[in-house]
Structure formats: C-alpha cells, structure tokens
C-alpha cells in the first residue's frame, strides 16, 4: 500500500458473511474514497462469550471466498493470529502502528453504532480511527445520547450512503437450520461451502 492511503477496516464475526457486509464495503469504498477494505474476522469476538460460534477456520474460509473477487477487498488476520478476547480498540491500535501514514476508517452498521458505548474504550476507538457508519433497517441509534457519552464523537463520525439491505447472519443461520434457502443472500461460492460443510444445520 502506497502512504496516505485511505484504509477501511471492517471487523466482525461473519458467521456467515453475507451481501449486507459486501455492499455496506462496496459502499465505503466508493463513499469515502478508500484504497481498500481490510476484513477484520474476530476469532473470539467478545460480545459473543458463551454463544456458540462456528470454527474460525470455517468462518475464514468463508469469508475467503466471499471476498476473493474484489481486488479492494483483503483480509486481517490480526485477530486470528492473537489471542482473544478481541476488543476492537487493540485491534485499531495494532492496524494505526501498522499503517502509520494512512487514515484508518472503521466500518460498522448502525446496530453497532447503537451499542458503542458499552464496547471498550470507545474513545480510544476514535483516537485510532475515523467510524464510517451505514444505516441499518430496524436498527436506530440515539445520536443526541451517544455524543452527550462520548463528545469526541461528531468529529470523528462519517454515515456511508447505501442502500439498506435487510440481511442479519443470524437469520441466515435460523433459515438454513429451518431447512429454508439462503440463496441470493450469500455469493454463491459461500452458499455452496455452506452446504457442502453442513454448517448451521443442527
Ligand atoms: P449477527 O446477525 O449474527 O449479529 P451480523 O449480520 O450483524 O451478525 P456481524 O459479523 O456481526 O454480522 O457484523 C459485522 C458488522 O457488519 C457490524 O458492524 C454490523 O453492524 C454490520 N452489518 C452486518 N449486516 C449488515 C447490514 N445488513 N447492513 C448494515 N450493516 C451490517
């Protein structure tokens, strides 16, 4: 990467990735003049202790084959390769010392944003990154409250302009365990490792 570039990086468990996560990147790309998008996938991501996740390499895998035919698009292994718990604020340290001369913009969806203030050290979030915000459906935020929290907010705080996709993995996972498709939800090559793995059947 040349200095200067503008980096997003996208963190998330993608359990599995699907068409929300790419067109809410695609978006950021072009929303905010990015070189690339680094995917981010959380081996052990923190707000989800105790619920059950699928294997990492799995995961990987997926998100690998999701992402493979967009030449901005590139994965992280920061938070595959340490140890978890992984709190985003140490990620976006480790990724600002990394690529020191290039601004970082850390993608997330509305939901996220809603649910900021009770991530680690959110301030220091924004010390390392610029939020790049896409609206989510069914998913509102309370700007009013989260910058009386958190007053650096507005300063370091983007909306990407996208159009809104209705797409969660969670309901992806309850459709295939009901037996329902998926298709046109997921790119195909992650449909396919889907089925072909048995994943989220039981
Ligand atoms: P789950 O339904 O299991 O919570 P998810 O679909 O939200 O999963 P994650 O991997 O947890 O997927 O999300 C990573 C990031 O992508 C989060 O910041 C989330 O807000 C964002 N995101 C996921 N789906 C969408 C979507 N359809 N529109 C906008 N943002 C999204």
Redesign the pocket.
Known sequence: MRALDRLGI??????P??L??LI?AECAVNGLNLSRVLFVLAADPPHKQGQLVTPVAHRLAMLEHAIADNPCFALSRIDIDRPGPHYSVDMLRLLCAEYAESPLFF??????LDHFLTWRDPAGILDSAQLAV????G?PFDLRELTAQLPSLPDRLQFVD?P????????L?DRIHAGQSIRYQVPDAVAAYIHENHLYED
């Open positions: 996208f963190g998330g468990t993608f359990d990735p699907h929300g996560h809410l993608l997330m969806g509305g939901d996220s896409i609206r989510r459906p998913a996208a809104p996709i209705g797409v969660a993995a969670s309901d996972r």
